[in-house]
């Protein structure tokens, strides 16, 4: 009874053994393995043996991107504003080893990290632009806590401010500055619109004048040119009835070196209208009391005309 005692003993101390040295790492895990408590090597996914008693798991090193969330903190910005704020840190182990062996509590460290770098930087800022500038916050926050966590072997791979709160009454200050500035440009805006339509009807008023006024100048340019012509033509009828009546001055003439007496009759009858029409238009004339000549004044006329049929007949 005793050898049936001692040989489940040694099954169970078999079997126990063997459990230890079989192991299976699940995926997105390295498991490191210590020998008499000095890392020898990383497990990677999948089943391995190890040597029991000599060999033991270490530390089981989860490799997937983590979050990590970073508490709320008080602030005091370079302008003396106290805020509050939180982030949220993303990271991915790289390197097994050293983030088992060279940082103690990697989550707490990395922690303290985020909210001490954040501390530096936000502190360093004007609240106008804290808020203004998130991503330029991110990004120097980002390239600060990747370069000093580079040692634990873990690779940062975003944080984001999620937050930053202002106390109530400077939330209200700002508020109410941002009312007045809103309504300043308004003003302005409303100044200017006055002001481009004033010129604009200045503008108009300008131009209309300028097209009057050259629409003045062009009608007395047509009056000018309208009395130039007239005036032209005139001075043509003035020339030609000079002509016409030189010409029949010169027939005249030469019907009387001709020894023609109704040339003379001509030079009478002239004399004789001419007088009629000055007595005629005269202010005073009522009544117009006809000579007994003026039948020898008629026929002298006729005379005339047979003078000037005979000149047209010479010359056609």
């Not at 690779?155 to 200050?173: F, G, H, M, N, Y």
Request: net charge neutral; aromatic share 4%.
């Amino acid at each position: 009874m005793g050898f049936g005692i001692t040989t489940i003993v040694f099954f169970v101390l078999i079997a126990t053994l063997i459990s230890q040295g079989i192991n299976m790492v699940p995926q997105g895990f390295n498991w490191t393995v210590e020998r008499f408590g000095k890392y020898t090597r990383t497990l990677n996914p999948g089943l391995h043996l190890i040597v029991p008693i000599i060999d033991r798991i270490g530390k089981k090193i989860n490799m997937m991107e983590q979050v990590l969330d970073v508490p709320p903190q008080e602030i005091i910005s370079a302008d003396n504003a106290q805020i509050t704020t939180d982030a949220v840190c993303f990271y991915q182990v790289q390197d097994a080893p050293c983030a088992s062996y060279e940082v103690n509590q990697l989550d707490r460290a990395m922690q303290n990290l985020v909210m001490t770098n954040i501390r530096a930087v936000l502190g360093s800022m004007e609240l106008d632009e804290m808020l203004s500038r998130r991503d330029h916050i991110n990004s120097l926050l980002l390239t600060k806590v990747d370069e000093a966590t580079n040692p634990w072997g873990v690779k940062v791979t975003r944080i984001e401010i999620r937050d930053i709160a202002p106390p109530q009454d400077l939330v209200d200050s700002m508020a109410r500055q941002m009312k007045a500035e809103r309504e300043k440009r308004a003003q302005i805006l409303e100044a200017e619109g006055q002001r481009e339509a004033t010129i604009k009807v200045a503008e108009g008023n300008k131009q209309a004048q300028i097209l009057a006024a050259e629409s003045q100048k062009q009608a007395q340019i047509l009056k000018a040119e309208g009395a130039l012509e007239a005036a032209q033509r005139k001075a043509q009828a003035r020339e030609r009835l000079a002509q016409a009546e030189a010409k029949a001055n010169a027939d005249v003439s030469e019907s009387i070196s001709n020894g023609d007496v109704r040339a003379l009759h001509y030079f009478v009858a002239q004399k004789y209208v001419e007088a009629l029409q000055s007595l005629a238009s005269a202010n005073n004339s009522k009544t117009i009391m006809m000579p007994l000549e003026a039948g020898n004044v008629i026929g002298s006329l006729a005379g005339v005309k047979e003078l000037l049929f005979e000149g047209t007949k010479k010359t056609s």
